[in-house]
């Protein structure tokens, strides 16, 4: 069976990240860096420029007047958001293709969900900055991608043991593929050169062994796709795997933050098409 990187090495199609999106998450880890520096990064791709100003005179930001300057768009987006943006604008092509046994399209709600979910966690429950948990979120079931194109016919086979219950999605993938999604995912995203917490969280997003705090990166996105899995947002249907102990107790400690928090997702996804809406 192949392991994970023989899956990574046969995949070519969009391998790599847009240049515009590898150099604007350089920049953002660049200390230096200046808005002036994204704004003459985000000029050389049109399409970005015209998601970015649709993105900042959308209902997400909520600004009274219309910005139509890509100046003004890229202070108001900011820079993790900007990184955010031509990453979901890389990804968007990717999540194409869909037949009985696996959907790209209910794969890419999936993320967008557990992305949106993940950043209201990490705002309201733990007054964190969203931005990097919205990363780990929108990229979190990558992996799957990958797999889909290079293994596609085993895939189907661990989605199918999957439903009918024959263990967890990762510990299906293995028995007919190989390897699995999130570990395909993490090497992949690793040579993206995505933030260390972004790819530790993609890696572990299936362990039910909590080993890091509750509020980091991992054990959010762990929570975000529990949470979304039980709205019935799944990428494919099957057993909901259960919490870590350690996040279940968590939960139990704040159920009536979390009930608001469902109660205004639809709205918070609204608020957020652009940035993850497809184009028809």
């Given at each position: 069976m192949p392991s994970a990187k023989d899956i990574l090495r046969k995949f070519t199609e969009l391998k790599t990240l847009p240049h515009v999106?590898?150099?604007?998450?350089?920049?953002?880890?660049?200390?230096?860096?200046?808005?002036?520096?994204?704004?003459e990064i985000i000029k050389l791709?049109?399409?970005?420029v015209t998601r970015l100003l649709r993105l900042v005179n959308s209902p997400y930001f909520g600004l009274?007047?219309?910005?139509?300057?890509?100046?003004?768009?890229?202070?108001?987006?900011?820079?993790?958001?900007?990184?955010?943006?031509v990453a979901v604008e890389g990804l968007r092509g990717m999540f194409k293709g869909?037949?009985?046994?696996?959907?790209?399209?209910?794969?890419?709600?999936?993320?967008?969900?557990v992305a949106i979910l993940s950043g209201m966690i990490a705002k309201r429950i733990f007054s964190k900055d969203g931005e990097d948990v919205f990363l780990s979120g929108i990229i979190?079931?990558?992996?799957?991608i990958v797999e889909n194109q290079i293994v596609g016919e085993q895939l189907r086979e661990a989605c199918k043991a999957f439903r009918d219950g024959k263990g967890t999605l990762t510990e299906c993938e293995r028995n007919a593929i190989g390897a699995d999604h999130a570990e395909v995912g993490y090497l992949l995203t690793k040579e993206w050169g995505l933030p260390q917490e972004v790819l530790s969280s993609i890696k572990s997003h299936h362990l039910s062994k909590q080993v890091k705090s509750v509020s980091s990166t991992g054990s959010i996105l762990q929570l975000a796709e529990f949470?979304?899995?039980?709205?019935?947002y799944w990428a494919i249907?099957?057993?909901?795997?259960?919490?870590?102990?350690?996040?279940?107790?968590h939960v139990k400690e704040r159920v009536a933050d979390y009930k608001i928090i469902i109660r205004d997702l639809p709205g918070e996804m609204a608020k957020a098409k652009e940035l993850y809406e497809t184009e028809e």
């Open positions: 999106a590898i150099k604007v998450t350089q920049l953002v880890n660049d200390d230096r860096s200046t808005m002036q520096d994204f704004e791709d049109p399409v970005l009274s007047q219309k910005v139509e300057s890509i100046s003004k768009a890229v202070v108001f987006a900011g820079m993790k958001q900007l990184r955010n943006l869909d037949d009985a046994d696996f959907s790209a399209q209910k794969l890419w709600l999936h993320s967008a969900t979190h079931d990558i992996g799957l949470m979304a899995g039980k709205m019935q249907p099957g057993p909901i795997e259960p919490l870590p102990p350690e996040l279940t107790e």
